[in-house]
C-alpha cells in the first residue's frame, strides 16, 4: 500500500481549509485517510503561527515507514524542519521560447543592416 501524506480540503465554498493527512494513494482527495497529521489554513496571514500546523513527531515516524509528502506537503515539512526539500532548478525554463528568439535574432538582422547602412550612407 503506497502511502502519501497529503492535503484533504474542507471548509466551505471560498473557504479552505486543508487537513494535512496520510492516506493510501488510490484513495480519492477527501476520502479515507489512515491518520489525521497537521492542518494548513491558507485564509490566515503568512506569518500567523496557526496557519500550519504539524504533528511533526507523527509525520517523522510516516516518512520513515516509506510515506511520500506531495509537493506542497513537503514545502510545509521543509519550513518546520522535519523534511528536506531539493530546490528545484530547471535552466530550460528561463530561456525564450523558440519563436521569441526568432524575432530576437531578426530584430537583431535589423539592426545591424540599419547600421551598415548607417555607414555607407557617412562614407
Known sequence: MA????LARGGSKKRPYYH?????????????FLENLGSWNPMLAKDDEKRVQLNAERIKHWLDNGAQPTDRVLRFLNEAGVAKREAKNNPIKAKPGKR??????EKAQKAADAAAAAADAAE
Open 3 to 6: 502511502l502519501k501524506i497529503r
Open 100 to 105: 521569441a528568439q526568432e524575432r530576437a535574432a
Open 20 to 32: 494535512v493527512v496520510l492516506a493510501d494513494a488510490r484513495s480519492p482527495r477527501d476520502g479515507r
